[in-house]
Antibody
Framework: QVTLKESGPGILQPSQTLSLTCSFSGFSLSTYGMCVGWIRQSSGKGLEWLANIWWNDDKYYNPSLKNRLTISKDTSNNQAFLKITNMDTADTATYYC?????????????WGQGVMVSVSS | DVVLTQTPPTLSATIGQSVSISCRSSQSLLDSDGDTYLNWLLQRPGQSPQLLIYSVSNLESGVPNRFSGSGSETDFTLKISGVEAEDLGVYYCMQATHAPYTFGPGTKLELK
């Protein structure tokens, strides 16, 4: 059974760095073709893809936030991470991690429950 | 970035009615590898998005076959043949042919 669960600080102040963890089970990020992505959802901008990390450590970032994003993984502990620097009120959103399986490129077949992140002074 | 436009923004249906949602892309979603990476997702109230259809017309495992997808290049359609109460929520199309991946604004399906 595949599950993913996001965790994070909940509330941040502007200019701080957001650190998110995606803990998953039921699959391995060392499997050929496997990928984990991060997507966020805000009331203002809908669903926005942020970044992907693949089994071979390839990383793709959304150029609109590229300089602020860092995605990484810990394959041994079945975790993926996302850091966003210089957080702003516009980054207030629910952040999801999701699995992209090797046989269905570009689709996210399992999603976490999401973690709400609020940026406020 | 690829812009996906969904119509209608809101859809009112009765149980058992068949409905369609359109997704139009600002660029062709046909990839150089011959595949078209256009997916459909449903987000029920208070839940995470759920994959329904991948690569235009492939039904995700466990999704009822009343859902079907069609289309090519820039025009795509999701059809629900006989709406059921559990189908209510917001439907999104999403493309993964061109980086960055992008999502449509959503179509809200509600009961009439």
């Amino acid at each position: 059974q595949v599950t993913l669960k996001e965790s994070g600080p909940g509330i941040l102040q502007p200019s701080q760095t957001l650190s998110l963890t995606c803990s998953f089970s039921g699959f391995s990020l060392s499997t050929y073709g496997m990928c984990v992505g991060w997507i966020r959802q805000s009331s203002g901008k809908g669903l926005e893809w942020l970044a992907n990390i693949w089994w071979n450590d390839d990383k793709y970032y959304n150029p609109s936030l590229k300089n602020r994003l860092t995605i990484s993984k810990d394959t041994s502990n079945n975790q993926a991470f996302l850091k966003i620097t210089n957080m702003d009120t516009a980054d207030t959103a629910t952040y999801y991690c999701a699995r992209s399986p090797p046989f269905n490129y570009g689709s996210f077949d399992y999603w976490g429950q999401g973690v709400m992140v609020s940026v406020s002074s | 970035d690829v812009v996906l436009t969904q119509t209608p923004p809101t859809l009112s249906a009765t149980i058992g009615q068949s409905v369609s949602i359109s997704c139009r892309s600002s660029q062709s979603l046909l990839d150089s590898d011959g595949d078209t990476y256009l997916n459909w997702l449903l987000q029920r109230p208070g839940q995470s998005p759920q994959l329904l259809i991948y690569s235009v017309s492939n039904l995700e495992s466990g999704v009822p076959n009343r859902f079907s997808g069609s289309g090519s290049e820039t025009d795509f359609t999701l059809k629900i043949s006989g709406v059921e109460a559990e189908d209510l929520g917001v439907y999104y199309c999403m493309q993964a042919t061109h980086a960055p991946y992008t999502f449509g604004p959503g179509t809200k399906l509600e009961l009439k």
